[in-house]
């Protein structure tokens, strides 16, 4: 008998997303599960790809983003699907488009996600729920729902730690997002609307997360000098709650906090082997987030990323900047907030040693509706791909492989996904080891990475040759624990 397939992907190279070596095969494709991997010669299938030459891998795992809204406002997810992505993970840094006021647009950080489009719509995790699987995007998403969204809907004055009242408030606004299908909580206490909130206020807002199996994932308090306290709280929290912590884009920020890996990496695995704690990381020595004055003393170099009231100063340095308005730096962030940069101040061996630890996952972090990008948002995993494995050798492909799939998979909780494996969803993601690398650079920041040749989510191909193929096979990966739809 001539076994029939929907997909057949023939000669290739197969990296499962388990670290195992690679094999050669076939990889058949049905009701969209991967069907069979193997020699399958006999099979036929209503299309075929010949991937001789490329490196079959699961859809890669976007461990930490910010595209809550742009899976409603570019459903292609270009920026994402042009690097191999198949799944994104939202609502980090405490800022989600779910649970969000009205008026979060007005207050910084929430204007990563909206600066004033009306975006801010959704007073539920069920409502955004809803509407993403009504208008579903080429690609998959789980998300979180940020700590500081739920300030700013239940507080009117952030500068202060929560009341009982509104840290109940908040807390029922997280225990629903779980249950609607949310996977955990996020923080930024290193944001201004954050700041003021103590230790017990996350630990007492975060309370459903043990009943929903949902996971502490933080942009810590502190990314320079006081990093390792930072770590601690995190650890701490978790151990508290009970629940896995992730650290988000770990770095060691500022000068005079470089080669500090050593240290944090150490206190981490430490941590480790008591308590479940991840962490992710980008592939370059810049950061990027709204623009803020304290950042300036601990950069060497700035990129304005938008401007609200001069929009035209988008891709110059700040220095350009001030020169251009005839004032000094620090007043000139005054003029032009509310406004993005780019912050150059981590250490290359810093983000080489943070990318070679075992257990750091690939995130992006990327700000998809600044005006001139960070790069990372469209580079960050051909460039791990291309320059930190392939060319720079930091390790081996299925180890790269891993850090975007098998590894992101098991520590958010999606099931069936990051492996090449009979039975799992079938996101794959074709490249060509030897070419792929990221064009993004800091002077161009939205160019199409190199050597992604065919992109598969849930058995559709979204993605062919550099185009997007229309098509919108995305699903909301829901909390197993929640009482939402299947997943
Ligand atoms: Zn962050």
């Known amino acids: 008998m001539t076994l029939s397939y929907d997909l057949l992907i023939r000669n290739a190279t197969i990296v499962d997303g388990t670290r195992a070596p690679r094999t050669r095969g076939d990889i058949a494709i049905k009701d969209g599960r991967i069907a069979a991997i193997g020699a399958l010669d006999s099979a036929r299938a209503d299309a075929e790809i010949d991937a001789s030459g490329l490196v079959a891998a699961p859809g890669f795992i976007d461990a930490h983003t910010h595209d809550d809204r742009l899976l409603f406002s570019d459903p292609a997810m270009t920026p994402k699907v042009s690097q191999g992505v198949t799944t994104v993970i939202t609502g980090n840094c405490g800022i989600s488009l779910a649970c969000s006021p009205a008026n979060a647009a007005q207050t910084p950080p929430l204007d990563l996600l909206d600066s004033g489009g009306g975006w801010f719509r959704f007073p539920s995790f069920a409502a955004y729920r809803e509407e993403l699987a ?94 390792t306290d930072a770590i601690e709280e995190t650890c701490a929290i978790g151990r508290a709650l009970n629940v896995p912590v992730v650290i988000s884009h770990h770095k060691c920020a500022g000068i005079r906090s470089h080669g500090r890996s050593i240290e944090t990496l150490a206190q981490i695995e430490k941590a480790m082997r008591s308590q479940s704690v991840g962490l992710d990381c980008y592939p370059y020595v810049a950061s990027s987030t709204v623009l803020r004055a304290d950042r300036l003393a601990q950069s060497t170099r700035v990129i304005i990323t938008w401007s609200k009231p001069h929009p035209e100063f988008s891709g110059l340095d700040l220095d350009e900047v001030a020169k251009r308005l005839g004032v000094n730096e620090a007043e000139a962030v005054e003029r032009i907030k509310p406004a993005g940069a780019i ?78 494996q009979t039975g799992y969803a079938a996101d794959v993601t074709l490249f060509d080891a030897d070419s792929v690398i990221d064009v993004a650079d800091f002077k161009n920041p939205t160019a199409l990475a190199k050597g992604i040749a065919t992109v598969i989510v849930n058995g559709e191909i979204v993605w062919r040759e550099g185009l997007a193929s229309g098509k919108r096979p995305g699903k909301l990966l829901l909390n197993p624990r929640s009482t939402g739809a299947p997943r």
């Open 134 to 227: 009504a208008k579903p995007a080429a690609i998959n998403a789980a998300c979180l729902v940020g700590h500081t969204t739920l300030r700013c809907a239940v507080m009117e004055n952030l500068g202060r730690a929560a009341t009982h009242a509104e840290i109940a408030r908040m807390r029922e606004l997280a225990r629903e997002a779980l249950a609607s299908g949310a996977i955990g909580v996020s923080t930024g206490t290193a944001y201004a609307p954050a700041a003021a909130a103590p230790t017990e206020e996350l630990i007492a807002v975060c309370r459903p997360l043990a009943d929903y199996g949902g996971l502490y994932v933080t942009h810590m308090r502190n990314e320079d000098e006081h990093v």
């Open 343 to 420: 912050y150059f101040m981590l250490d290359e061996k810093d983000v080489q040693r943070i990318l070679a630890f075992d257990e750091t996952m690939i995130g992006s972090d990327g700000l998809p509706h600044d005006a001139k990008p960070h790069p990372r948002l469209w580079g960050t995993f051909p460039r791990v791909l291309g320059r930190y494995c392939r060319d720079l050798k930091l390790f081996s492909l299925e180890t790269a492989v891993y850090k975007m799939t098998g590894l992101p998979a098991t520590r958010f909780g999606l099931a069936d996904r990051g492996r090449l």
